[in-house]
C-alpha cells in the first residue's frame, strides 16, 4: 500500500490533460490547485476548459466533496491597481472557444473545505453546463508556492 | 471723452491680460506641486510572525519587496507570495541583500499565529507583518495602500477583501525605487532588480 503513493502522485503528474465524462465536446486541461494551510481559508483551482463543439456552452456551477461550496470567482485588478473578488456568475463559452481559470483572472474558489488540501493528492471536481451535462475532473494539488500546472 | 473712453478700455484689456497670465503662469508653474502628493514612504511600527515588533528601521540597510494582502485570499496573494519566493530563488546569492515583506490588511483574522503559518511556507526569507487595525490603518496609509472590507457570505467571518495587489521595492535607504503592478513576471522583477543590487553594492 505504501507503494501506491508515490504511484498515484506519478499518475497525477502524468495525467492532467483531458479527464472528462459526459460530455463530448467539452475538454478541461491543465488543471491545478494550490495546496492549502488546514481547513480554515478557501483554495482556489485553476483549468483551461475548451468547447470544441458547434454549440456555446454555459458553465453554470461546480461541486466537490472537498468544498462545501464551490463557485466561480473573478478577480479584477482596476486602474489604481486594487484588487477584488466576486463570484463571477455563468461563464458561457462559445463554440470553438477556450476560457482560462488562471491566477489573477477566473478560478474555482473553493470555500470550507472539508479536508486539508495535501500536496500531491487530488479531488475530483464537476463542472456543471446549463443543458445538464457534467464533467467530473480530477485536479492535482500541487505546493503552496506552485505558480501553474507544471510546478 | 470718446478718447478717454478707448484708453479706459484699453487699459482694462491690458490689465486683464497681465492678470491672467499671471494666473495661467501661477498656474502651470505650480501644478507640479500642486498635483505631486505626498510621496510613497515606508513608516510602520508592526509585529512580525515572529512576535517580536519592528519598524522600517529594520529595514534600512537591505532591499525590501513588500506586497499588501490577507491570507484568506485564495487567489492574488498566494501568486504574489510564489511570484516573490520565484524572484528570491532567481537572485541568486543577491537574494540576501533582499528581505520579502507581507503585510496583512485583515488584521482581524491574520494574528501572529496566521502568519507563522502561512507567510514562510512560500519562501524561508518572508517576514509577516500584522498589528491591530489602527497600526493596519495608519501603515496603509503611509504606502498609499487602499484596502476594504467585501461581503462573502460563504467566506470564513462573512467577508473578503478588495486591497492594492503592487509590488513596492524600496532601497536600503528605505526610499521607494520601483512599483510592479499585479501579474508582472518574476523574469521581469529579477531583471529589473540584480543591476541595481550590484550598483548598490558594487
Not at chain 1, 62 to 67: C, F
Not at chain 2, 17 to 27: D, E, F, H, I, Y
Request: proline content about 7%; some cysteine; glycine content about 8%.
Amino acid at each position: 500500500m505504501k507503494n501506491l503513493v508515490p504511484f498515484a502522485a506519478v499518475a497525477a503528474f502524468l495525467m492532467p490533460a483531458p479527464l472528462f465524462a459526459g460530455s463530448d465536446d467539452i475538454t478541461v486541461e491543465n488543471a491545478w490547485s494550490r495546496a492549502s494551510i488546514g481547513t480554515s481559508r478557501p483554495g482556489a483551482a485553476y483549468m483551461t476548459i475548451h468547447n470544441t463543439g458547434e454549440d456555446a456552452a454555459s458553465l453554470t456551477g461546480l461541486s466537490t466533496d472537498l468544498a462545501a461550496m464551490a463557485e466561480i470567482h473573478r478577480s479584477t485588478t482596476n486602474e489604481e491597481n486594487v484588487t477584488s473578488m466576486a463570484p463571477a456568475g455563468t461563464i458561457d463559452i462559445p463554440a470553438g472557444e477556450t476560457v482560462a481559470l488562471e491566477p489573477g483572472g477566473l478560478h474555482a474558489m473553493l470555500m470550507q473545505l472539508q479536508r486539508p488540501m495535501i500536496e500531491g493528492e487530488s479531488f475530483s471536481l464537476t463542472l456543471e453546463f446549463s443543458d445538464g451535462e457534467e464533467i467530473e475532473l480530477e485536479v492535482p494539488i500541487r505546493g503552496i508556492a506552485a505558480r501553474g500546472p507544471q510546478d | 471723452m470718446a478718447r478717454v473712453r478707448k484708453l479706459v478700455w484699453l487699459l482694462c484689456g491690458i490689465g486683464i491680460l497681465v492678470l491672467g497670465s499671471a494666473v495661467l503662469w501661477q498656474r502651470t508653474t505650480s501644478t507640479p506641486t500642486a498635483e505631486s502628493e505626498p510621496a510613497i514612504v515606508a513608516d510602520f511600527e508592526l509585529t512580525g510572525h515572529d512576535g517580536m515588533v519592528r519598524t522600517e528601521e529594520d529595514l534600512r540597510g537591505t532591499w525590501s519587496l513588500i506586497f499588501f494582502g490577507f491570507t484568506h485570499c485564495p487567489d492574488i496573494c498566494p501568486t504574489t507570495l510564489a511570484d516573490v519566493a520565484q524572484v528570491m530563488d532567481n537572485l541568486g546569492p543577491q537574494a540576501s541583500q533582499v528581505q520579502p515583506v507581507f503585510i496583512t490588511v485583515d488584521p482581524e483574522r491574520d494574528d501572529v499565529q496566521a502568519l507563522a503559518d502561512y507567510v514562510p511556507q512560500f519562501h524561508p526569507s518572508f517576514l509577516g507583518l500584522t498589528g491591530t487595525p489602527a497600526q493596519i490603518e495608519s501603515t496603509a496609509k503611509t504606502f498609499k495602500v487602499y484596502y476594504e472590507k467585501v461581503d462573502e457570505p460563504q467566506a470564513p467571518n462573512g467577508y473578503s477583501m478588495g486591497h492594492t495587489s503592487q509590488l513596492f521595492l524600496f532601497n536600503p535607504q528605505n526610499e521607494l525605487v520601483r512599483l510592479f503592478s499585479y501579474g508582472t513576471p518574476p523574469s521581469e522583477i529579477t531583471a529589473d532588480m540584480e543591476p541595481r543590487i550590484a550598483a548598490d553594492s558594487s
